[in-house]
């Protein structure tokens, strides 16, 4: 069973929406601009296989994409006043 719901609408009904999804083992399709954006489903609806691999590929994809500048505690450049 599928329920489509505007995303505007999901904030004022997610209570209702989540407890379909998890009891009824349903889902609901999220649009915005009546295009799907979002489908939401039981996790045992979705094969762990399929999860893992997802995973690792966003973290392939994600692999080189951060740049380290320096040390996040220690201050870029000396003040007047640390002297």
Do not use: Y
């Given at each position: 069973?599928?329920?489509?719901?505007?995303?505007?609408?999901?904030?004022?009904?997610?209570d209702t929406l989540f407890?379909?999804?998890?009891?009824?083992?349903?889902?609901?399709?999220?649009?915005?601009?009546?295009?799907?954006?979002?489908?939401?489903?039981?996790?045992?609806?979705?094969?762990?296989?399929?999860?893992?691999?997802?995973?690792?590929?966003?973290?392939?994809?994600?692999?080189?994409?951060?740049?380290?500048?320096?040390?996040?505690?220690?201050?870029?450049?000396?003040?007047?006043?640390?002297?």
């Amino acid at each position: 069973m599928s329920k489509t719901v505007p995303f505007s609408d999901l904030a004022a009904n997610v209570d209702t929406l989540f407890e379909e999804v998890v009891q009824k083992h349903g889902e609901v399709v999220l649009t915005r601009d009546g295009k799907e954006v979002a489908k939401v489903v039981p996790l045992e609806s979705v094969p762990v296989e399929d999860v893992r691999e997802r995973r690792r590929r966003t973290l392939e994809e994600l692999r080189g994409s951060v740049t380290i500048l320096g040390d996040i505690v220690e201050p870029l450049e000396k003040w007047d006043c640390d002297e």
